[in-house]
């Protein structure tokens, strides 16, 4: 692992840890097809299944990735402690997330009446930026919760300061195709972007895989640069000594 920050690295940090561990990886990639396949068949199933692997496969990824003292890594899937600390980690970190995104969304509130596609614009960038750059700050505390074995939520706050910008900007392309789709009808028609019934399934199944591959590689990105803070803890001692 490097000592110096790589946005570059931790953009392509999922295609590196997938030649560690190929076979591994592969089984992680298909299991999460599961909920997807479930989504576009039948729904309900689907999207209950989905609710459990938010929590269950990037707890497993980061087994996989991160080292951990005891030696357990990726399979099987558990529904243990690490998921309820990783559960509650969530919450936290969504509600100050949330808490992010309320300030411009206020005034894109009281102001909307004077120029709704500006400030419209102004919401969705919010909702793409401010959210996403709480998650590079504090999502890397997720597998340093699952590596040291205890809940961690501000963990990685002041080491990333300087490089949550990097951690965003390698996000960047998987947001910008989740976004897109929606908000460019919006901003440029002024309307929602309306789905023939016949094919909300196959919409509803391309998205679950879209989000799988997703997951993998935010899971990735969050593990190399949660590695990326262990190395410089672990180097601050020797720093103080000499």
């Given at each position: 692992?490097?000592?110096n920050?790589?946005?570059v ?6 295609v590196?840890f997938?030649k560690?561990?190929p076979s ?10 599961v909920?997807s396949?479930f ?6 199933v689907?999207?209950?299944l ?8 990037p707890?497993a990824?980061?087994?996989?990735l991160?080292?951990?003292a005891?030696?357990?890594t990726g ?6 402690v ?10 936290l ?8 995104v ?5 005034i894109v509130t009281m ?8 400030f419209?614009?102004?919401?969705m960038v ?7 750059l ?10 340093l919760s699952v590596a040291e074995n205890?809940?961690l ?5 002041r080491?990333?300061g ?6 965003y900007?390698a996000?960047l392309p998987?947001?910008?195709a989740a ?10 028609a002024?309307s ?6 016949h094919?909300v ?9 879209f989000g ?5 590689v935010?899971c ?8 990326y803070?262990?190395d410089k803890?672990a180097?601050?001692?020797?720093a103080?000594a000499?």
């Amino acid at each position: 692992m490097t000592k110096n920050f790589s946005a570059v690295a931790a953009a392509f940090a999922f295609v590196g840890f997938a030649k560690s561990y190929p076979s591994r990886s592969m089984q992680l990639l298909a299991w999460g097809m599961v909920p997807s396949l479930f989504l576009g068949l039948y729904q309900p199933v689907g999207l209950l299944l989905a609710a459990l692997t938010f929590v269950l496969l990037p707890a497993a990824w980061w087994r996989l990735l991160m080292g951990r003292a005891d030696g357990r890594t990726g399979f099987p899937f558990r529904l243990g402690v690490d998921e309820g600390r990783l559960l509650l980690s969530v919450f936290l970190i969504h509600g100050v997330a949330t808490l992010a995104v309320l300030p411009v969304h206020l005034i894109v509130t009281m102001a909307f009446r004077v120029d709704p596609y500006l400030f419209g614009a102004l919401g969705m960038v919010n909702l793409a930026v401010a959210p996403a750059l709480v998650w590079a700050r504090l999502g890397p505390s997720l597998p340093l919760s699952v590596a040291e074995n205890r809940l961690l939520v501000m963990r990685s706050w002041r080491p990333t300061g300087q490089i949550g910008w990097k951690l965003y900007l390698a996000w960047l392309p998987i947001i910008a195709a989740a976004y897109l789709p929606v908000a460019w009808p919006i901003l440029f028609a002024g309307s929602i972007p309306v789905v023939p019934e016949h094919w909300v399934w196959v919409i509803a199944l391309a998205a679950g895989i879209f989000g799988n591959f997703g997951m993998a590689v935010v899971c990735a990105t969050q593990a190399y640069v949660a590695c990326y803070i262990q190395d410089k803890i672990a180097d601050a001692p020797a720093a103080a000594a000499d």
